[in-house]
């Protein structure tokens, strides 16, 4: 692998981080602004870049820039913020109703996702969502698991509750990372 692409790719991805996260659209800021931001962001994205490159591109550079990555991850970032406003709306329930009605427990979930971005990925939408804790995650041979922290544990059995709690996650963060 050409280490420059390498250092491009992570470049150009910490950039394009850094303009969504900074730039306000469609707010009327003055250009000599945006330029300024644009100019940090080129420097943070540089620096970055020369730190992280060979731990962010494993294969190829631009692994990322896909069309149906990119489209998938698009239709992922929906889901996860529909499954976000459920389960906040379930704990904000839980928490509000006058007799609390929780089983909390440690549950070990079963996934097929292979790649650490996956795993990571999928541990952290678990995580994110309200009610859930990633807590480990264990990569075997042909296996992977994870234990997560549950607020209401509602099945022991292993292959319910992964599906369960990884409910529409998986199969998208299986095509982002396949």
């Not at 939408?125 to 009610?131: E, R, S, Y």
């Not at 509602?154 to 599906?163: A, C, L, N």
Request: aromatic share 12%; net charge positive.
């Amino acid at each position: 692998m050409n280490k420059f692409l390498s250092y491009l790719s992570t470049f150009i991805f910490c950039m394009i981080i850094w303009v969504g996260l900074t730039i306000p659209f469609g707010t009327g800021m003055a250009s000599g602004v945006i330029i300024q931001e644009l100019i940090v962001g080129a420097v943070v994205a540089a620096v970055m870049a020369i730190f992280c490159h060979r731990f962010f591109i494993k294969k190829s550079p631009f692994w990322l820039i896909n069309p149906s990555r990119i489209l998938s991850f698009i239709v992922f970032i929906f889901i996860f913020f529909v499954e976000l406003l459920k389960s906040n709306i379930d704990v904000a329930i839980r928490a509000l109703s006058p007799k609390v009605k929780v089983k909390p427990g440690i549950v070990k979930i079963k996934t097929p996702v292979e790649s650490d971005y996956g795993l990571a990925m999928l541990a952290n939408c678990i995580t994110l969502t309200p009610g859930t804790i990633t807590m480990e995650i264990e990569k075997g041979k042909n296996e992977n698991y994870m234990y997560i922290h549950w607020i209401d544990v509602q099945e022991r059995d292993r292959g319910k509750t992964s599906e369960i709690i990884k409910g529409s996650f998986e199969p998208w963060v299986r095509r982002i990372f396949k």
